[in-house]
């Protein structure tokens, strides 16, 4: 099974409440209508724990940003556990690390007294520190991200991370899931494609189907400092296009859905900066430092939370109006939103989604 681009809906694992169930049909019908004042809440809380991380991965925007670490806070996190019986899933992903967040476990704990289903995207070093806490706290998905199907290629890219370690972890997992005979967690790999680990994606999806997982993930690189400019895949779509057919093929073979970027020239926005955008409907993003952004992928910065004013006098700030306004609107949309490179919704025929170098790509962390 091929997926090429993310959809308005979520992960389907937990069956809904009729009180999620009811929210999120209002959602969907308010983001089709192009409301800019809505009526419902997100269908989705996401929480950047931190910007920091336990890696340094030669990748990361955070090499060729105004760098300084920022961590999420408790009472913050706390503030939103109302929301968490309304909207269907809370995401715990952004710039860092989110399993080095010293209350990591006790927030999957404190959403697990809700109807929220939970998701995380690690780098897969703590799973050893959080495997029980996966299965007491319900955890209905998490993502792996791997570079490479050898820890030499891995490593290289990963600095720090170690496949084995990783792969060790993640079959104990599956093994308890097994013997449980639990659906959940649903588990993916994350492969960041470049030019020089492009090869070994079909290695990777041989991997997943090894260890027992049940998806592969694929995002292109997008270069933020000249250093990487050779690890660009711009230009190179007839190698793109082999490997991806190879890793189908393997994927078939072995029963792992892969989800793929479109090719570029290939890609269903066609000539638009971005593919429709429904961000600023479906997610309430709040970054580590407190401020509320529309996505992870952009510099912008809407104002700072503030736990005690109404969600839906946040929800429905003139910030959040203007961006539902203009986002999708060719010549009004902001500039950070023109140049797209959120892997979701950018549009890979276009330059700008590989490589932002020289622009604001990262927000101000004071």
């Not at 079959?171 to 960041?192: A, M």
């Not at 470049?194 to 994606?201: A, G, P, V």
């Amino acid at each position: 099974m091929i997926i090429r681009a993310k959809t308005k809906n979520l992960f389907s694992g937990r069956k809904l409440t009729e009180r999620q169930e009811k929210n999120s049909k209002k959602n969907i019908e308010e983001l089709e209508s192009g409301k800019i004042v809505l009526q419902s809440y997100p269908r989705r809380l996401v929480f950047e724990l931190t910007n920091a991380c336990n890696l340094n991965c030669i990748m990361c925007g955070r090499n060729a940003a105004d760098f300084k670490p920022t961590v999420f806070d408790m009472d913050v996190f706390r503030s939103f556990e109302p929301l968490m019986d309304i909207v269907e899933e809370v995401t715990l992903m952004g710039w860092g690390e989110p399993t080095i967040h010293p209350n990591f476990i006790e927030m999957l704990q404190i959403i697990n007294k809700h109807s929220a289903r939970k998701y995380f995207c690690t780098n897969g070093m703590n799973l050893k520190k959080i495997k029980d806490a996966i299965f007491d706290y319900n955890v209905d998905v998490f993502a792996v991200s791997l570079d490479g199907a050898t820890d030499e290629t891995n490593g290289r890219i990963r600095r720090g991370s170690k496949i084995d370690v990783i792969k060790d972890d993640l079959k104990e997992i599956v093994s308890i899931k097994k013997e449980r005979g639990l659906r959940y967690p649903w588990i993916n790999f994350v492969f960041c494609a470049m030019r020089s680990n492009l090869h070994e994606l079909p290695d990777l999806v041989r991997l997943a189907a090894d260890i027992g997982i049940e998806e592969v993930k694929v995002v292109y690189l997008t270069v933020f400092g000249n250093d990487l400019m050779n690890e660009s895949l711009w230009g190179h779509e007839s190698e793109v296009s082999e490997v991806f057919d190879e890793a189908v093929r393997v994927g078939e073979e072995l029963g792992i859905i892969l989800k793929l970027p479109h090719i570029s020239g290939k890609d269903e926005a066609g000539n638009k900066l971005h593919k429709d955008c429904f961000v600023a409907w479906r997610d309430f993003f709040l970054g580590s430092d407190g401020y509320v952004r529309p996505c992870m992928s952009t510099p912008i910065q809407f104002f700072q939370y503030q736990k005690d004013i109404n969600f839906m006098e946040l929800w429905n700030a003139p910030q959040y109006q203007r961006y539902r306004e203009f986002v999708n609107n060719h010549d009004k949309m902001d500039l950070p939103c023109k140049r797209c490179y959120q892997s979701s919704h950018c549009n890979w025929n276009r330059k700008e989604s590989f490589i932002q170098i020289g622009e604001k790509f990262s927000p101000e962390w004071d």
